[in-house]
């Protein structure tokens, strides 16, 4: 069976590239892009009149708090146009002192942000569990208490969230799974991504299951710089995946994505039936191989988007 044609039904605005902290895991590059909220505003409002599906907003970063004019004034756009809200993706531990997070938490609820906060908290961000505990209870405390997730990344070196060292999850009883504490607050444990150029990315036993995108995709992923890709998977900072710029209309974007091969491999014929039909004649014609097997779907698009750096413009999968 295969997928369907892209239609995106969310935008997610990566505000700003700059972050307070220095994520080992981290595949966003540190520079100082930072979106025009204009030009956000501008977007939404395309969408919105040339009857699109994108029925709500997101917001992503680097550290989306940096950037709090954004948030305030996107939020106030998307309500003016009846969109709904995703999550704001943060790290938490981008506040002063608990006066500052209040203020800013305040602002963006007065706003009129109703959507999730996705708390990013494992071994790998190293905050503190006293500023997460502070963080999530004043989030609770202005939005409500269901209001807040988590999302930690396995790390099998170590431990992922210091669970058992907060008061705010309290220890699971029997029956109950680590991912889903009885403390109301969802825990999301996702395992870490490589990227293809990573030997980490290919060892693994059994290749990725094909979902067509559907997992990560469906977005308009709007970079800090203005360019924009179809998926929030970190694949999507390869430009062969780049569908548009943010000063583009809804039209011409999807224009763009009708004549992207990246889009008609993930979205319609399956990167799994190219890996089966296509890229091994490639690679056999360089010489080259696949370098083991891969199980997820981000970091083989990403191989795809890289090689076809250095092969031929023709990605469509052979017959």
Known sequence: MKGR???PTEIIFAATNACNLHCEHCFIERNPHKLEIKDAVS?????????????????????????MDFLVEVTKAAISHDLMFDQIMTNGDWWQDEADL?????????????????????SYH???????????RTVQKIFGKDSVNIQTVDDTEGESLPLART??????SAGDTPTTPPADIPV??????????????????????????EG???????????????????????????????????????KKAAANP????????????YRRHGIKKLLHSQGKKLPGKCSDICSFCDYVCKINKISSPELSPQS
Not at 127 to 134: F, P
Not at 230 to 253: R, V, W
Not at 262 to 273: N, P, R
């Open 188 to 213: 999301y444990t996702l395992p870490r991504t490589y990227t293809s150029d990573d030997s980490r990315a290919w060892q693994a036993r059994r290749w990725f299951r094909e979902d067509y995108c």
């Open 102 to 122: 209040c203020k800013k938490l305040q602002a963006l609820y007065d706003g009129g942000y109703d959507g999730k906060i996705g708390l990013s908290w494992d």
């Open 262 to 273: 990246m889009i008609k491999l993930c979205y319609e014929e399956g990167l799994s039936h």
């Open 5 to 7: 044609n892209f239609s």
């Open 43 to 67: 977007l939404i409002e395309s969408c919105v009149n040339a009857g699109s599906q994108i029925d709500r907003i997101g917001f992503s970063g680097g550290e989306p708090f940096l950037y």
């Open 216 to 254: 990560p995709g469906q977005i308009l992923y709007v970079h800090a710089d203005g360019n924009i890709a179809p998926c929030c998977g970190f694949a999507n900072e390869n430009p062969a995946l780049f569908i548009g710029y943010i000063t583009d209309s809804f039209e011409k974007i999807m």
């Open 167 to 172: 008061s705010l999850l309290a220890t699971p």
């Open 126 to 136: 190293g905050q503190s569990t006293e500023r997460m505990e502070t963080f999530i």
